[in-house]
Antibody, heavy 116, light 110 residues
Framework: EVQLVESGGGLVQPGGSLRLSCAAS????????MHWVRQATGKGLEWVSAIGTAGDTYYPGSVKGRFTISRENAKNSLYLQMNSLRAGDTAVYYCARGWNSWFDPWGQGTLVTVSS | QSALTQPASVSGSPGQSITISCTGT?????????VSWYQQHPGKAPKLMIY???NRPSGVPDRFSGSKSGNTASLTISGLQAEDEADYYC??????????FGGGTKLTVL
């Protein structure tokens, strides 16, 4: 069974940093693009970052320069390093397996709260 | 990159058909056949329902179908069932090598 399990969420002060992890199982992790998508409470989905099989990375303007996506194929793991966090970054963060820019499956999500 | 435009809400009675639109630009929806649709029930992770405009993953009922015309993609659900009540999101690849989502549509089954 394909499974993605996020961890690392929590409460952080504005300006602080947090590192999210996503443990993958049930598929050949190194063969797939991987993504992070977030959702603020009561709001829609927002794509946050992607990493290709060759390690190429992509970000929207809202997080570029603050967030860094990485992967460790030997550990079947995906990461998101988030720096200079703002209140607007508060959301549930999902990792998702990607293929041609569609996402399947998604993890259960981890909540990040940026507040003083 | 602006979000794709979806209606905030749609509704239908059991057995009826509904269509949710997703409007973008020639730099996203209109430029690529990489439009996908997701269903999200409250408190749950999104689930892929349609990929590459009109393809259904295994396990998704054939009541769900997708199409595209110009800069607008559509998700049609026929034979509405109570369990179809959920939020639906479209997404598209963009010319900037990014992905953009729609604002989401709340489907109510009356």
């Amino acid at each position: 069974e394909v499974q993605l399990v996020e961890s690392g969420g929590g409460l952080v002060q504005p300006g602080g940093s947090l590192r999210l992890s996503c443990a993958a199982s049930g598929f050949t992790f190194s063969s797939y693009d991987m993504h992070w998508v977030r959702q603020a409470t009561g709001k829609g989905l927002e794509w946050v970052s992607a990493i290709g099989t060759a390690g190429d990375t992509y970000y929207p303007g809202s997080v570029k320069g603050r967030f860094t996506i990485s992967r460790e194929n030997a550990k079947n793991s995906l990461y998101l390093q988030m720096n200079s966090l703002r209140a607007g970054d508060t959301a549930v963060y999902y990792c998702a397996r990607g293929w041609n820019s569609w996402f399947d499956p998604w993890g259960q999500g981890t909540l990040v709260t940026v507040s003083s | 990159q602006s979000a794709l435009t979806q209606p905030a809400s749609v509704s239908g009675s059991p057995g009826q058909s509904i269509t949710i639109s997703c409007t973008g630009t020639s730099s996203d929806v209109g430029g690529y056949n990489y439009v996908s649709w997701y269903q999200q029930h409250p408190g749950k992770a999104p689930k892929l329902m349609i990929y590459e405009v009109s393809n259904r993953p295994s396990g998704v009922p054939d009541r769900f179908s997708g199409s595209k015309s110009g800069n607008t993609a559509s998700l049609t659900i026929s034979g509405l069932q109570a369990e179809d009540e959920a939020d639906y999101y479209c997404s598209s690849y963009t010319s900037s090598s990014t992905v953009v989502f729609g604002g989401g549509t709340k489907l109510t089954v009356l």
